[in-house]
């Protein structure tokens, strides 16, 4: 008893925490609607700057207030540095598409990883011990229970009560509540925009901040802290409701608890239990447990029409164009060497795995957190079969995309029903289940170890003949999914992405077209997810994680979401990038970043967008000189 006890109280400790990062990042995005992957790192800068402002000599000499005032300092400079990329990066997109601004906070994650190694290094860094007020441990009905942790429990409903006035009682708390159900409604009343949303990325970050200050005394400070946070404070904010603080503690509360006695009741599925709930609570409660509907999102540039083929080019030109492709994918890898073999073998596994994620974000209006649970899913299919049933090549290459189909049939069912941030997020739910399951689930995936020996079949073993094999089957899935799009089907999934009323109105069934394109879309990503496995020899759950998702979105944003050239030119150049700046420089990952802001500020719509836009103009050029 007394051990459930202990565990109940570690929960709420653990849950206050989290409520101060999750707090913030509600706040974020119920006024700015930018779902703020940044958010992470400002997380772990709190804990960096804590931790150096600790290590001054001074500061010992202050005891405990030493202590709090080093703490509530990291908090107000993360809160600044916050306020400083709203206003140098984020305010400047604030019109693009929701999602593409995931790419320019993405971007932030990268930039802020690598100056975080470049000003700290690569070691952790242990905090000091709590102050002498909150040092040891006090007896609580009959326990022996640590004074910070009590400390922290504390903090949660302090930090809940001052939102709550500050939100009710306060002229700048009504404001960011109007902008919450309507940011054109609250500019048209005269209100500076740009002060309340630089005033909320302050408040937000400074909550982000704090609460990484305060780990200090449990926790060793990593650099890779700040991507284990925000996929927790993520399923918070989603879980209690978007913009909803009460909701944002409750769900806090919820994770804490479920932490807590996970590992003593359910010790084979502790990392699948928080995403197993929060997939349950949105499909009974789509906005959460003590959400509203949000209102609508800001005006942004409309989606472009969709081009027929040949428009922008002559029918001679572009035949000669395809000519030329096709030479050079056939024709050129003859003179290469294994090397850039298996790297073009790698960009045609992503150029497929982005154009079956580029079909329900741009045609089908559709936001997908969690990808890679198709691309894992076709991997694993392929693996075990050759693991259990000694399956040759072919017949893991044709397992793998019904295998993954059928994953997208089941579970887009209850995605089709749900719609923006919450519909993405019970994607990454439905990937974290997967991914929990092929992590612990030794006996059958091999854990952490992986599958291995998945080799192609014997004549395509060569680095050549396997990229001809990639070649084939990726282009001609891709070929397929452009065929789609041009088809009345995709014709339609636009359709009820623009305005699913009208849709209906004219007896279009808006759930079975967008319920038809996720199986779709998980179809082809299966397929990929195979061929990579072949490819590799090899499937682990990585294949099936967070990382390979936020890599897929990547792609698309980058080449442009409503571009039917953007998974190509966004994987190519996503994966080019990444490959290139990894081989000259230990900082890749800032040049990627500030790469992928360069892009985000000068070309809003992607590469392929970019790319449109060039041909429309050169068009126009060539039919005004005529």
């Known amino acids: 008893m007394q051990d459930l006890a202990v565990q109940a109280l570690n929960g709420l400790a653990s849950a206050s925490s989290l409520f101060l990062v999750a707090s913030g990042l509600t706040l974020i995005f119920g006024v700015s609607r930018i779902v703020n992957f940044a958010h992470g790192s400002l997380y772990m800068l709190g804990a960096y700057l804590g931790w150096t402002l600790l290590q001054l000599p001074s500061v010992d000499d202050w005891g405990w ?76 009905l009959g326990l022996r229970f640590p004074r910070y942790e009590l400390f922290l429990i504390a903090l949660g409903p302090v930090v809940l009560g ?97 932490h807590a006695f996970g590992i003593l009741v359910f010790p084979r599925i502790t990392l699948v239990l928080v995403f197993l709930v929060m997939a349950v609570v949105l499909v009974l409660r789509p906005n959460g447990l003590l959400g509203k509907p949000l209102g609508p999102p800001p005006a942004s540039e409309a989606a472009p029409p969709l081009p027929a083929p040949g428009t922008f ?21 003859l003179l290469l060497g294994d090397y850039p073999l298996i790297l073009l073998a790698d960009f045609a596994v992503l150029v497929l795995f982005a154009a079956s994620l580029q079909l329900i974000m741009g045609p089908g209006g559709m936001a997908s957190f969690g ?48 719609s923006g941030v919450y519909a993405a997020m019970l994607t990454l739910a439905f990937a974290q289940i997967l991914w929990s399951i092929a992590f612990q689930w030794v006996e059958v995936t091999g854990g952490d170890n992986g599958i291995l020996g998945v080799w192609p079949a014997g004549w395509a073993r060569g680095r050549l003949e396997f990229w001809y094999l990639a070649l084939a089957l990726c282009g001609g899935g891709v070929w397929l999914l452009r065929r789609a799009v041009h088809a009345p089907f995709g014709l339609a999934l636009r359709g009820q992405r623009d305005s699913a009323l009208r849709a209906e109105a004219i007896g279009l069934d808006t759930f079975r077209l967008r319920w038809a394109a996720f199986t779709l879309a998980a179809f082809w990503a299966g397929l990929a997810g195979a061929v990579f496995a072949y490819g590799k020899g090899s499937v682990f759950p990585s294949f099936l994680a967070i990382g390979r998702s936020v890599d897929g979105l990547l792609m698309v944003l980058l080449g442009g979401v409503h571009s039917l050239a953007g998974p190509l030119l966004g994987a190519v150049a996503f994966a080019g990038l990444q490959e290139q700046l990894a081989r000259v420089t230990s900082l890749w990952r800032l040049l990627l970043g500030l790469t992928i802001l360069a892009l985000v500020l000068f070309f809003p719509q992607g590469l392929g967008g970019a790319l449109s836009a060039a041909l429309s103009r050169l068009r126009r050029r060539q039919e005004g000189a005529a």
């Not at 035949?319 to 050079?328: P, S």
């Not at 694993?380 to 993954?404: C, E, I, Q, T, V």
């Open 162 to 258: 001052l939102l709550w006035l500050l939100l009710h009682r306060t002229r700048f708390g009504i404001l960011l509540r109007a902008a919450t159900q309507d940011r054109d409604m609250v500019a048209a009343l005269g209100v500076d925009q740009r002060l309340l949303f630089t005033g909320v990325f302050f408040l937000g970050a400074a909550l982000a901040g704090l609460g990484g200050a305060l780990q200090l005394p449990r926790e060793a400070v990593t650099p890779h802290m700040d991507m284990a946070i925000i996929v927790e404070a993520f399923v918070v904010v989603v879980l209690g409701g978007l913009g909803s603080i009460p909701g944002a503690f409750l769900a806090a509360l919820l994770i804490g608890e479920l």
């Open 313 to 333: 080019l002559s029918v001679t030109l572009r035949r000669a164009l395809l000519a030329l492709a096709a030479a050079a994918l056939l024709l050129g890898p």
């Open 371 to 418: 990808h890679a649970a198709f691309f894992g899913a076709g991997a694993y299919a392929a693996a075990l079969a050759m693991k259990y049933w000694a399956a040759p090549m072919l017949l893991g290459l044709s397992l793998a995309p019904f295998a993954a189909g059928l994953a997208g049939l089941g579970f887009g069912w209850f995605f089709a029903r749900l």
């Open 65 to 140: 207030r030493g202590f709090a005032l080093a703490v509530l300092l990291a908090a107000l400079l993360a809160g600044g540095i916050g306020a400083l990329l709203e206003i140098t990066v984020l305010r400047r997109i604030y019109r693009a598409p929701e999602l593409f601004q995931l790419l320019a906070t993405f971007a932030l994650v990268l930039v802020v990883q690598d100056l975080v190694l470049l000003l700290w290094g690569p070691d952790d860094k242990f905090g000091p011990r709590a102050p002498v007020p909150l040092r040891g441990a006090i007896d609580l």
